[in-house]
């Protein structure tokens, strides 16, 4: 099953609809990043520089708190051929936002997609000679 991009599961209290999705090149690096580096996360905190890009870190390499939204929550488990994801192997990744950031982009709806050149030092796929990128676009509002 080939897939084009993925929704996160919704985390905000009181929300039913996506706010961040993967494209199929991000989950494809996530994949295998997570091979590399075990359980991931990102982390959007804004900013000039690197802070405007999505920073993806092995879990507990970077500790949210009461500063941060956890905006979703991603399955990144391989498909079989009828959608369902991977029973023995859960791959789930957290997408948190610093409150501060979310405040000026809570209207907007994020996919985080990948581009070759270098990103952060810090984000596990600098190395990769990759970089993940937010692209935005208007919410649209569910009825």
Partial sequence: MTI????AIATLPGERFSRVALTAPAVELLRELWAKHGALMFHQS???CDGSSPMCYPV???LTGEA???LGRFDISPR??????SEIDPQSVDFWMSKEQFSYWSHTHLTVDVV???GSGFS???PEGKRFLIRSRLMDWPA
């Fill in 60 to 62: 507990g390499d970077f």
């Fill in 46 to 48: 804004g900013g000039c």
């Fill in 4 to 7: 084009t991009r993925i929704d």
């Fill in 124 to 126: 596990v796929e600098s």
């Fill in 68 to 70: 941060d939204v956890l």
């Fill in 80 to 85: 079989d051929e009828s959608g369902s994801g």
């Fill in 116 to 118: 070759t050149g270098r």
